[in-house]
């Protein structure tokens, strides 16, 4: 067994919590690397549908330890209630979760600066989910932020706390807001991160002996690759690391203890919020994909904009997190289509591009240049093996690999556990074998 990495190979939304939540009776450990609550991860099986922010996917299977290392920002309101939702359905949180204590709390200072920044940008707004991600990283760099390991003393925890608002409040007023957070609104934050503290601890200790010990990890990545803070469309992206790289130097550890990587792709693109989107579809057809593909943001609601498959930009994500696999989702959402497209060029006047512009200016002006496959207007909807998808769809699977130049190895149909396509491909067969008979 290895410890393996799953990332979004696109703008995020990919379908990454159900792919984890597929490989974790493989893993002894899930560790969550980046972000915060603007992430949200849907897991289905059997009649239960569960929505995570910041828990790891892997929390609905009980051999799983799961972690948040430091490289997350926790807003322990929500957290509270992500721990209670699925405590209310059976599932045990408190004795499996381990928080690290040198993440950084987001409060209700940091949501207010993150809506107060949006509101004052008018048409050149960046999209945030307005959860105060943003502003919680920008203290945490600034070194006047609040480490969760400081619960453990709640005096000094409350002086930190102080000192945050008040430097938030200043922030605030610096950005023309004249809104401050409630005192009850703060005093909730206090009384949610003290209730955490049994939970708090030294996530890369935990996870150096889990590698000592030869125990499997997965990490769980949040967002997509064109979301990372260099390496995506900025200044349009979010404001941690995505790449797959990032996991063991934001969770601790040496980089040597990676052994592969698999990202998630959807058969399609989708993008939330604003920036650059060179294949995206703004007519009839992306409103039919969005209604079918359900496309609508797990943490805020947002209608998603939908894109043909980018190829030019799939490639770029595999160079930069060195991908080893695929996991393709959504394909039977394109069910429905008698032609498919893929970009796999983008022209700019008489100039062919085969790879992202470094300058994302250029990107929003550039035009793809599309292949077309035949659809298969065929229902493939929980078919659980490839042999069984029209040849169009192989054909289409087989193209995406041609292009991405690395192998499909799990093929998602529907949202459920169960319906899921596992292809006997190497690497993913040694990196877990038989998986596919545990389900």
Request: with cysteine; hydrophobic share 40%.
């Amino acid at each position: 067994m290895i410890n393996l990495v799953v990332v979004g190979g696109q703008w995020g939304d990919e379908g990454k919590g159900k792919i984890v939540d597929l490989l974790c009776p493989a893993f002894s450990h899930v560790a969550r690397f980046n972000g915060g609550n603007n992430a949200g991860h849907t897991v289905r099986f059997a009649d239960r549908h569960l929505a995570l922010h910041l828990i790891p996917s892997g929390i609905t299977h009980p051999h799983c330890r799961c972690l948040v290392g430091p490289g997350v920002v926790i807003d322990p309101v929500a957290l509270v209630n992500e721990i209670r939702t699925l405590e209310g359905q059976s599932i045990d949180v408190r004795k499996r979760l381990l928080l690290s204590a040198r993440a950084h709390l987001t409060l209700p200072g940091h949501r207010l600066l993150d809506g107060a920044r949006e509101a004052s940008k008018g048409r050149g707004r960046i999209g945030t989910t307005g959860r105060g991600i943003g502003p919680t990283y920008e203290t945490r760099a600034a070194r006047t932020g609040v480490r969760l390991g400081l619960v453990r003393n709640p005096r000094r925890f409350r002086e930190a706390v102080a000192v945050t608002c008040a430097e938030l409040d200043r922030l605030l007023g610096c950005a023309g807001s004249e809104a401050r957070p409630a005192a009850e609104d703060i005093e909730a934050s206090i009384a949610a991160a003290l209730e955490l503290a049994p939970m708090v601890g030294d996530t890369a200790v935990a996870l150096a002996q889990a590698v000592s010990r030869g125990e499997p990890i997965l990490f769980e990545g949040a967002q997509g690759t064109f979301l990372d803070i260099d390496h995506g469309t900025y200044p349009y992206v979010t404001s941690s690391n995505c790449l797959a790289g990032f996991a063991a130097p934001a969770s601790g550890l040496p980089a040597r203890v990676l052994g592969g990587v698999l990202a998630v792709f959807k058969a399609y693109t989708t993008r939330v919020g604003e920036g650059p989107f060179p294949t995206e579809m703004t007519d009839s057809l992306g409103d039919h994909i969005r209604r079918r593909g359900n496309e609508f943001g797990t943490t805020t609601g947002r209608p998603r904009r939908i894109g043909w498959f980018d190829a030019v930009a799939g490639r770029t994500a595999v160079r930069l997190n060195g991908i080893d696999a695929v996991a393709l989702t959504k394909l039977d959402v394109l069910d429905e289509m008698a032609a498919i497209r893929i970009a796999t060029a983008y022209r700019s006047g008489e100039q062919l591009l085969d790879r992202l512009p470094d300058d994302d200016a250029e990107l929003a002006r550039l035009d793809p240049v599309y292949e077309e496959l035949p659809g298969w207007r065929t229902d493939t909807a929980s078919v659980t093996s490839f042999d069984r998808l029209p040849q169009p769809a192989q054909s289409y699977v087989r193209r995406l690999e041609e292009l991405l130049g690395v192998p499909v190895c799990l093929v998602s149909t529907g949202p459920r556990r169960e319906e899921t396509i596992f292809r006997e491909l190497e690497p993913f067969t040694s990196w877990v074998p038989q998986l596919g008979e545990r389900h």
